[in-house]
């Protein structure tokens, strides 16, 4: 088959690490694939500003100048095509276009038949990033709805009204992910993901940590994310934009993933976390609950939920032998995900795209 993706950006993290990491498997099994974004990056609502767009672009051919041409685990720039627009001008014809995000769906949408079966990947509603009624539209269409969990499967059904043509739950490359450093760093300290605004919980996650640190005065916490910020307490060790091997090396070295996110998607840093050995805390929020079992592999505590992700890590960094059984458990949990597993799914699920609407509906 010939798969074209579109992204609304020039972006290697999220939802498009999933799409690259389908066109990377689906090439390696014999499809022709591209990966597309336009020069000017689609508007969200929360990037409205002027010459947003330009920033966003610049911004991420700055990243891929500063990572050079091949960065660790990323596809290298002749695997990426930059369009003026996403168009039937432009877009290749193809078995199958794939949209990775709400704006991306609107123009697929408008494409010819020529262009592919029109599928769309749902990572979750993705109303944080415009309006309800703009995004819930897009979801509405006649494109081949291949969800990234079940619970975006229900919120689909329940939230919008629409079924998921196919479910493929998201997936990790867990041999990279449990390939550890050698030799193996002694496990210490929190490490939790960090991002600027309310959505990923950062500020729960501060405070969470400031009760730890009552209890366990010496207890140290990491974050990572891709730039440090002015509001960030004085007591955090910060990794900005660290690349896939620094990342697989952060969770080597903590004891407990503190994921204190408000609302997710999906949620694969505690999946990561897990395949490396790193004992999970994590909100019961987007696709976590499918990959975490509270009390088996990880811990589990509702959204904003302060006094329970400090009572969770004191609980794991009090006991060693249930931090080390959680993590254990995590990293055998993890092995069930990984992406080979989920870019044959993909391919199915591509396959049944094509069958049912094929070039000419």
Known sequence: ?????????????????????????????????????????????????????????LGGLKNKVLHGAK???????????????????????????????????????????????????????????GLPEDVDATYRMPL????????????????????ADAVVRNGIDVAFWSQGPVPRPARA???????PGERKGARDGFAAFERVRREIPAARLRCFGRRRTADLPEFVDYVENPDDAALRRLYAEAAVLLFPSRYEGYGLPPLEA????CAVVSTRVGAVPEIVEDGVNGILV?????????????????HADLRARMAEEGRSRARGFDVSVAARQFEQALRRAVARIGKGT
Not at 189 to 195: E, N, R, S, T
Not at 302 to 318: C, F, H, I, N, Q
């Open 1 to 57: 088959m010939k798969v074209t993706f579109v992204l609304p950006a020039p972006s290697f993290t999220g939802g498009a690490r999933v799409a690259f990491d389908y066109a990377d498997l689906l090439r390696a099994a014999g499809h022709d694939t591209a990966v597309l974004f336009p020069m000017i990056p689609y508007r969200f609502r929360d990037s409205a500003r002027p010459f947003s767009g330009v920033r966003a672009l």
């Open 71 to 129: 960065p660790p685990r990323q596809p290298s720039l002749s695997e990426i095509r930059l369009w003026p627009r996403i168009n039937n001008k432009f877009v290749p014809d193809a078995d199958a276009i794939v949209a990775t995000a709400w704006p991306t769906a609107r123009s697929i949408a408008r494409l010819s038949p020529r262009k592919g079966a029109k599928c769309y990947i749902v990572q979750h509603r993705e109303i944080d990033s």
């Open 144 to 163: 081949f709805r291949i969800a990234g969990s079940e619970y975006t499967a229900r919120l689909l059904r329940e939230e919008v009204g629409v079924e």
């Open 189 to 195: 300290g929190v490490l939790m993901p960090h991002a």
């Open 274 to 277: 897990m395949a490396g050995g």
């Open 302 to 318: 509702p959204p904003r939920d302060v006094e329970g992700m400090a009572g969770a890590v004191l609980r794991l960094l009090g």
